[in-house]
């Protein structure tokens, strides 16, 4: 049985950590601050094993109970609860694994900032905050780790606050984000106007109600104002009720998940360090979106529109953000942008109904996720923080663990068969793909954008790993050619950013300031005077690689069969038998029902005899070619007249960024001039303001033309109304 004082452990101990780290930190110093916080952490890791090993092994009911009322108003109670089930265990322990490994990495990786004690304040919170949401069992409490996974987000990804970039790439992800959350504040509205309770069972078992499957008029092409009606546009815009509430509870989910085009603020939270990088874009605040589609699949399930919406955004973010990751060169983008593209695999899952291969995907892409991250910062410690991957080469004899859970976590990612990434992947490609049997244009479009996304992904991670671990050494020659206004010969061509380029700048984490660095320790981010001679890196960065990359490997082959095709998520996901793509993937992968083995087997055979072998092969293939045996083909495609202008498309990102940042924000304080010019200075103060003081002036300057101050002025005046009030009165007297 699952107690709530373990739950509130669970939750509380990253809190206090937090608390002591970020108020006691001068006190503690900086060794207590990375141990109370590692301690936090680790505590609520052993016990979310514990939850999950009841579930699982003991057969424990769920907990679904409130802890703490605040108030009560109509019927309705804000409260805080917690829902555990096993979809939930299994969130907690990503959670507070990852979180946990990176805590230690963060050890190294931080060992000279002198923000230390802040950072683990931050990353504890974090921790605290992501909790929060995956355990809550009612909506507010959801939108209270919602908003508050932001705010410290917010905080991290600015965490060198001096650097205009890091402000600039903060206040990025946090506008953008408010986007997304207006619409999830949307839904959670529409949740209670029509269901009228916030907590999830009750939501849940009122899914059918057939008041839900009404429309309403969102546009009736009529405006009222001041008691009269217009005719704007003929027509109306009819809703249906459970349809608006999915489609903005998604949207919320698309700001928080990074899906186009709420996607443009992942990318640029690489201007913060490495560790909250892999915090963020691996088992956390990514991951919240689609945990949170996958908890609302009663409602979801109500909606094909919804469904179809959610399919068409997954599959665009998981081909053309991946299409990105090609032109990237440096080594934190190109894995930020791989995180763009497998989110959109985890969406595509969701829109065919998949949700236990979306939850299952989130949960290998967690692992192997934070092992490239954390294993490109090992790199960008190695190279005295250069990050540009065309000033490295030929690193993995210079750093062979890095080199090898690198290897690892590439071959989890392009889906290598008993690798942990394939498992869940090649299900979701299956599961489109059975979709799309049945379905529309929509449905065709997921398969096909998630089957050509395997050789996009192929594709640039081995890039990735062939100009960063082998060929030649351009490290040696990669300062004097910078010096020289000239770029290393290797895969070469001119940056055409004029944004500021928020990844570029990772803190030094181990430098000693001087003249060169702030007060936050900034290195010179390897503008070095001379050849650059790597190393391995300290054994608290090496050890939380290692202890990934085991999970990268295992994790799926043990899990696949009870998570995706056994009752693992029972009673926590709700699929319509009409929509069950991983039942009918399960038919087409595992012919075997005799357990977790012969799935695994039975996927790796079925791999061999695939599509998706073939896209992945080559991917695999044309990146060994082009990078490892043939560097300067891939510069001369680059620099060709059509290589160039898809290059160029790539690098400016399909234009999102300049229509956020010229197009919304741009637009948005032209019209604020505009307001300010026209209105405030026109209107209200030319207007109102000046113009009725003008008016008064005028009025007085005629007015004071009767104040002349002779007598024999105001005696005329006095004879002149004496006459005609004599006139009126004869005239009256005459009538």
Partial sequence: MISMNTLLVIALAPLLGSAIAGLFGKQVGRAGAHWVTILGVAVSCALSLQVLWLLVAQNADPFNQNVYTFFEVGGYSAHVGFMVDRLTAMMMVVVTFVSLLVHVYTIGYMAEDPGYQRFFSYISLFTFSMLMLVMSNNFLQLFFGWEAVGLVSYLLIGFWYKRPTAIFANLKAFLVNRVGDFGFLLGIAGVLAWIGTLDYATAFANAANPELHSTFSLWSGQVSLFGHTWQVLSGSVEVQVISFICICLFIGAMGKSAQVPLHVWLPDSMEGP??????????????????????????????????????????????????????????????????????????????????????????????????????????????????????????????????????????????????????????????????????????????????????????????LLYLTFHGRERFRDAAPAHAHGEMPHDDAQPETHHEPDVSAHDGPHIAKADAHHDEHAHDDHGHHHGPVEPHESPWVVTVPLILLAIPSILIGFFTVGPMLFGDFFRGAIEVMPAHDTVAAAGKTLWHDQHGWLSAAVGFGLHFYGSIVFWMAFAGFAAATALYLFFPDTATKMRHSKVGAFFTRILENKYGFDDLWIKGFAGGGIKLGKFSWKRGDAGLIDGFFVNGSALLVDRVAGLVRQLQTGRLYNYAFAMILGLIVLLAVLVRMVGA
């Fill in 274 to 463: 490495t560790p909250i990088s892999a915090l963020i874009h691996a088992a956390t605040m990514v991951t919240a979106g689609i945990f949170m589609v996958a908890r609302m699949s009663p409602l979801f399930e109500q909606s094909e529109a919804a469904l179809s919406f959610v399919l068409v955004v997954g599959a665009t973010t998981a081909l053309f953000t991946g299409l990105i990751g090609i032109v990237q060169n440096d080594i934190k983008r190109v894995v930020a942008y791989s995180t763009l593209s497998q989110l959109g695999y985890m969406t595509v899952a969701l829109g065919v109904s998949a949700y236990s291969a979306a939850v299952f995907h989130l949960m290998t892409h967690a692992f192997f996720k934070a092992l490239l991250f954390l294993a490109a910062g090992s790199v960008i410690i190695g190279m005295h923080h250069e990050q540009d991957m065309r000033k490295m080469g030929g690193l993995r004899k210079y750093m062979p663990i890095t080199y090898i859970t690198s290897l690892i976590g590439t071959l989890a990612l392009v889906g290598t068969p008993f690798f942990s990434g394939y498992f869940s992947k090649d299900t979701i490609i299956v599961a489109a793909h059975e979709a799309a049997k049945t379905g529309g244009w929509v449905q065709q479009y997921g398969y096909w954008a998630v089957l050509l996304g395997v050789f996009v992904t192929a594709f640039y991670s081995f890039r």
